[in-house]
């Protein structure tokens, strides 16, 4: 059986070859002569005979994808693909996938490309970074999440605050010794220390026994010089409680303790002098200047269960305690304060609108806006709390019971940026609404179109840390594109000025941008077709227009070479014209290869001169 399927799958071969070849004779000699639109309309002749076949639809695909018909190129390669295809479909579809946004569906394609092509230089770019198109911010989001590895499962893991160099410190009930509280029947807190790596990862936590006794130790908080630390600390341990006679127990509060670093240990521990035998101080935070610290407690005089508070710190002189308010402090629990860098104050709270539990809030410093839920990711229906950031390493911190224990997790910041385009008539100086604004990838991937509204105006919000492209167009007008690099910086607006078409029509020529192709290849470009697309509008508005389309190359090559390939070129530019609706009587394109040099440098040119001399010309036969 399997021999007679095998021959049937090879005589099933060679007839479908043969048909193949005789069917698409005509097409194909079109599409080799670069005459795409008159090859397309052959092979929808073959469609409409329901003659068409994997091939077919494969260079149906390809013919649409020269002249940059994006959404009809689409098309017939999802049909192409559902047979076997070779790599170069796959990778052609992925491209055009990508230009219309549909990211998912790109890369599913790349995969089979890089299948096929691994040692091609596209597919190893691919697989170091499949994820590299930009996406836009999700207002939701602030910050991807993961589960920090070093979590225990099992036991409770809160107060990370990673330091300058790179000591990632934490408390948890993980039991390295035979620690319990009687009371609750769980293990007490120790300070943990990991160092982290390079890459992010983290080295086996370990004891800071110096800092640790027989009771609760913990959380800490660290100077940006990474010499001085506070810590809270059980009363236990220094035997500062109230006996209570009548139940025979000693009640201890937590108290924040201060340690200096000496050669590599943590010593010279006191107490802060706002401790008391009354109420819990615990939770310190210490401001990036070291001048302000900011800690929790359900002292007198506070707004609800605990608050937030603050005191000022000069060297071992320390300032009266000062509630932060309503904006940080509610009638419920308020806790785990943290002073960013950026003057950032993180804190959680049970007692403000929120996911569930206690969720993690912050209040900007700098400014008189009111504190903010984190969102989503962040925030669960669960305990969110404990959250630190260290704006040097770009890394947070924080802990949540949303997988059943109170576990470690790490928060990378989403970088955000705000792009306002004003969109202008460079000659009036009017606002154009109805302009086509496209935000890009610096690969060309189309991330985002909007239309400027009644004030002339668009806006986007996109991750910050890679360069992009504003392309501005409107019927009528030249159109423009403008690089936006990467920044730090949360809002950038750009001036889009077009200049009306009239103004690039001379007495024998229409100056267009130039017409880029990629190396060695015909097909035409996103950029190239924005150009274009230019004179077709210029075409329709001078009805009697006629264009002799010119192609040059640089001197690189033999003349033989450059000859061909900027006669396809020609023919490529042509034939978009054509498909966009112009007639091909009022086009005609020629080949010039490197015989006409705008700078005549010969075999010694530069990059730069290079550029200039690959260049198209639009000239005006008729008007």
Excluded at 279 to 293: A, E, F, M, N, R
Excluded at 582 to 608: F, H, Q, V, W
């Amino acid at each position: 059986m399997r021999k007679i399927f095998s021959i049937l799958i090879l005589t099933l071969s060679i007839t479908t070859g043969f048909g193949q070849n005789e069917l698409t004779e005509k097409a194909d000699k079109l599409y080799d002569g670069y005459q795409y639109v008159d090859a397309i309309e052959a092979y929808l002749e073959l469609v409409n005979d329901r003659k068409a076949n994997g091939y077919v639809y494969k260079q149906l695909g390809d013919s649409y994808y020269n002249i940059y018909n994006t959404k009809e190129a689409s098309k017939w390669y999802a049909k192409a693909v559902k047979s076997k295809q070779d790599a170069e479909t796959y990778y052609r579809y992925a491209q055009i996938l990508k230009s219309e946004g549909n990211y998912e569906a790109s890369k599913k394609q790349m995969d089979k490309f890089s299948e096929l092509k691994p040692d091609d230089q596209r597919a190893k770019a691919y697989l170091a970074n499949p994820d590299y198109v930009p996406q836009l911010a999700d207002k939701d989001k602030s910050f991807t999440v993961e589960k920090c590895k070093i979590s225990d499962s099992k036991e409770s893991d809160f107060g990370a605050v990673l330091s300058n160099d790179n000591i990632l410190y934490f408390v948890s009930t993980r039991k390295e010794t035979s620690k319990e509280d009687k009371g609750t029947k769980t293990p007490y807190l120790d300070i943990f220390s990991s160092k982290r790596n390079d890459n992010g990862s983290l080295s086996r936590p370990q004891e800071v026994k110096e800092l640790n006794t027989a009771y609760h130790d913990g959380p800490i908080t660290i100077s940006s010089d990474g010499k001085t630390m506070f810590f809270s600390r059980d009363g236990h341990s220094e035997k500062s409680y109230k006996k209570i006679k009548k139940n025979s127990v000693k009640l201890a509060q937590q108290g924040i303790y201060k340690a200096t670093l000496v050669n590599g240990r943590w010593e010279n521990i006191e107490a802060l002098p706002i401790n008391s035998t009354e109420y819990t101080v615990t939770h310190p935070s210490i401001s990036h200047d070291g001048k302000t610290l900011y800690f929790a407690s359900n002292m007198p005089g506070g707004i609800g269960d605990t608050d937030i508070w603050k005191i000022s710190v000069n060297g071992n002189s320390y300032g009266q305690p000062e509630n932060m308010g309503p904006k940080v402090n509610s009638a419920g629990k308020e806790g785990f304060p943290f002073s960013s860098k950026n003057n950032i104050l993180y804190f959680s709270s049970n007692g403000k609108q929120g996911y569930g539990g206690l969720d993690v809030f912050k209040l900007d410093l700098n400014t008189d806006n009111e504190a903010e839920n984190l969102g989503n990711g962040i925030n669960t229906n669960h305990d969110d709390f404990s959250f630190s950031m260290n704006d040097t390493k770009k890394v947070g911190y924080f802990s949540s019971n949303r997988d059943g224990a109170d576990n470690l997790f790490i928060a990378t910041p989403i970088c955000k940026l705000d792009i306002t385009t004003l969109v202008t008539d460079s000659k009036t100086n009017n606002i154009i609404p109805g302009a086509e604004v496209i935000l890009s990838d610096v690969q060309n991937n189309k991330i985002a179109t909007q239309s400027s509204d009644d004030k002339g105006q668009t806006a986007f919000q996109v991750g910050c840390e890679v360069d992009y492209f504003i392309t501005v167009s409107k019927e009528g007008y030249d159109s423009k594109s403008i690089p936006v690099s990467a920044s730090q910086k949360t809002e950038i607006s750009i001036s889009a000025a077009l200049s009306p078409l009239d103004e690039i029509i001379t007495e024998t020529e229409v100056k267009l941008n130039n017409i880029y192709f990629e190396f060695n290849k015909s097909n035409i470009t996103p950029q190239g077709a924005l150009e274009l697309d230019k004179l077709v509008s210029i075409m329709n508005t001078h009805a009697t227009m006629e264009i002799l389309v010119r192609s040059h190359t640089d001197t690189q090559g033999s003349q033989d070479y450059n000859l061909k390939l900027s006669e396809r070129r020609a023919q490529a530019t042509m034939q978009y014209l054509i498909s966009k609706g112009i007639s091909k009587d009022r086009l005609t394109a020629k080949g010039m290869g490197s015989s006409e040099p705008k700078i005549d440098c010969k075999s010694n040119c530069t990059e730069e001169e290079d550029a200039k001399n690959r260049r198209s010309e639009f000239l005006i036969v008729k008007k």
